[in-house]
């Protein structure tokens, strides 16, 4: 049976190595004439580059590569870890969906997956960091239970019995998040912004109609 220590000493190696694999291939996008020898993947099937080049194009790219490069560096600090794997697993599943099932190449599709199932594995190690989220029923800070005083009673169900004035005050963010979607953020990831915020606002507007207060 392995030992705590022999879990600790474990776990940090897979930690460093995950870090390891991130920082570098972030930093050879940023800075390619940097680190010249640091291989990236390769993109070569005709959605594979199209994705990419609108990826590009739209600034996600640039995104994904930030995110990993300061998960990256929390990793190898030993800094927010549970944070860091939580933001750079968002990134890696989509990695790894445009490597196995897009471009399907058989060796990028092995080290995507690869650096996923790290990612996920450590995820699990550190999964009582996570366990007030994955709660029913969690609170974010600055939340409380009583009705209009959270996420859920104002933007998931419109039963909960927010106040009125409650739902006025929501409204705010939901006009400021629609505006920002529809004027600021460019192309298909705009529409698909208003798209998301469909429901949140048919919500409003219900738990509008029925509030007595």
């Known amino acids: 049976m392995m030992r705590q220590d022999d879990m600790l ?4 190696l897979l930690r460093l190595a995950l870090g390891l694999i991130m920082v570098p291939t972030a930093l050879a996008y940023f800075l390619p004439d940097l680190l010249p020898w640091v291989r990236t993947a390769t993109w070569e099937g005709e959605m594979s580059l199209r994705l990419m080049d609108s990826l590009e194009t739209s600034g996600l790219l640039a995104v994904a590569k930030f995110v990993q490069l300061v998960g990256g560096l929390a990793l190898l600090l030993n800094r927010a870890v549970p944070f860091a794997l939580a933001a750079m697993v968002c990134v890696n599943v989509c990695g790894a969906f445009v490597a196995v099932l897009i471009e399907g190449a058989p060796g990028l599709s092995v080290m995507a997956l690869g650096v996923l199932a790290l990612n996920v594995l450590l995820m699990f190690a550190y999964i009582d960091a996570y366990r007030g989220v994955l709660a029913s029923g969690a609170l974010a800070d600055g939340e409380a239970e009583e009705p209009g005083a ?6 998931v169900n419109p039963l909960a019995g927010a106040s009125r004035k409650a739902l006025l005050v929501a409204l705010l963010p939901l006009l400021g998040a629609l505006w920002f979607f529809w004027k600021v953020v460019p ?5 698909m912004g208003l798209y998301v915020l469909v429901l949140p606002a048919l919500v409003w507007v219900v ?4 509030a007595k207060t």
């Open 150 to 155: 959270n996420y859920n009673s104002l933007f």
């Open 207 to 210: 738990a509008m109609a029925r």
């Open 9 to 12: 000493r474990s776990l940090d």
């Open 187 to 191: 192309f298909a990831n705009g529409t």
